[in-house]
C-alpha cells in the first residue's frame, strides 16, 4: 500500500472535501465560520502536498 499521507493528514484532507461539498450549496453562517477558520489547515495540507509532489519524495507521484 503507497501513503501519500499521513492518517492525520488523511482525515484532514477529507475533511477539506467534505467542507468543500457543503459549500456549494449551504447558506449557514455558522458553517460558514467554521469553514473559514479551517482555511489556514487547509492552506498548510495544500502546500505540503504540492512540495512533495515536485519533490516526488515518496516516488509515488510518478505515472
Known sequence: MIKAFSDEKT???LGMVDHRNLTV???NEELAVEIFN???????LLRE???DIKKDKKGIWRW
Open 11 to 13: 482525515i484532514l484532507a
Open 25 to 27: 450549496h449551504t447558506y
Open 38 to 44: 479551517s482555511l489556514g489547515e487547509y492552506y498548510k
Open 49 to 51: 502536498w504540492i512540495d
